[in-house]
């Protein structure tokens, strides 16, 4: 199993500019989620997903859109690419077990973002 | 607002030594708490507590919670340089369909001196 996979690993955009983020896993895990994580803050979730065609806001989602069409893809959108965009970006996955579901979550090896 | 404050933020110790890392919360519907390592990458999984007074162990590391005071420990006896990295501690929530949402506090910075 190759886990979590997410690319590109680095990336430099120009404001204004769109791009996505690609997250992929092979476990057949049924919750995905995204988070940024910057200097000193933790990371904060952007969005998440429960399951193929569901998707919802965390806590940091303006700017970025996603999608689930599949169990196995959960992509990234950045619409317009601004400054404070600037972070590194893990992709995390998690499978169901029963009243445990779904908190051992497997990180993908990040995406380095820089919004010039 | 749900958070997560972990204590202290970084920390320099040398080989040997034993260190205890503090997690506390305030979030409604706590379901778990959960310890990361990270070193320069993805975070991984140390320990996941859902039960007061239940100590989880690996190795030299050990963690438990108290869920009347809401908070966890984590130890590391007898450090190692390897175990420089970046502790993170996350609450998970118990409601609807944010099951899966974690809360991660900012992380404690340990560096191990040889």
């Known amino acids: 199993n190759a886990g979590v996979t997410q690319t590109p690993k680095f990336q430099v955009l120009k404001t204004g500019q769109s791009m996505t983020l690609q997250c992929a896993q092979d476990?057949?895990?049924?919750?995905m989620s995204w988070y940024r994580q910057d200097p000193g803050m933790g990371l904060r979730l952007i969005h998440y997903?429960?399951?193929?065609?569901?998707?919802d806001q965390g806590e940091v989602p303006n700017g970025y859109n996603v999608s689930r069409s599949t169990t196995e893809d959960f992509p990234l959108r950045l619409l317009s690419a601004a400054p404070s965009q600037t972070s590194v970006y893990f992709c995390?996955?998690?499978?169901?077990?029963?009243?445990?579901?779904?908190?051992?979550?497997?990180f993908g090896p990040g995406t380095r973002l820089t919004v010039t | 607002e749900d958070k997560v404050v972990q204590s202290p933020l970084s920390l320099v110790v040398h080989e040997g030594d034993t260190v205890t890392l503090n997690c506390s919360y305030e979030?409604?519907?706590?379901?778990?708490l959960l310890w990361y390592k990270q070193e320069k990458k993805a975070p991984t999984f140390l320990f996941m507590l859902?039960?007061?007074?239940i100590e989880k162990k690996s190795g030299r590391l050990s963690s438990i919670l108290d869920k009347k005071e809401l908070f966890s420990i984590l130890n590391i006896t007898a450090t190692q340089t390897g175990d420089s990295a970046v502790y993170l501690c996350?609450?998970?929530?118990?409601?609807?369909?944010?099951?899966?949402?974690?809360?991660f506090g900012k992380g404690t910075k340990l560096s191990v001196k040889p």
């Open positions: 995390a996955s998690s499978y169901s077990r029963g009243d445990e579901f779904p908190y051992e979550q497997y």
């Open positions: 476990m057949n895990h049924e919750y």
């Open positions: 997903s429960v399951g193929a065609g569901i998707t």
């Open positions: 979030v409604t519907n706590f379901r778990s």
């Open positions: 859902t039960s007061s007074g």
């Open positions: 996350a609450v998970g929530l118990d409601y609807g369909g944010s099951q899966g949402n974690l809360i």
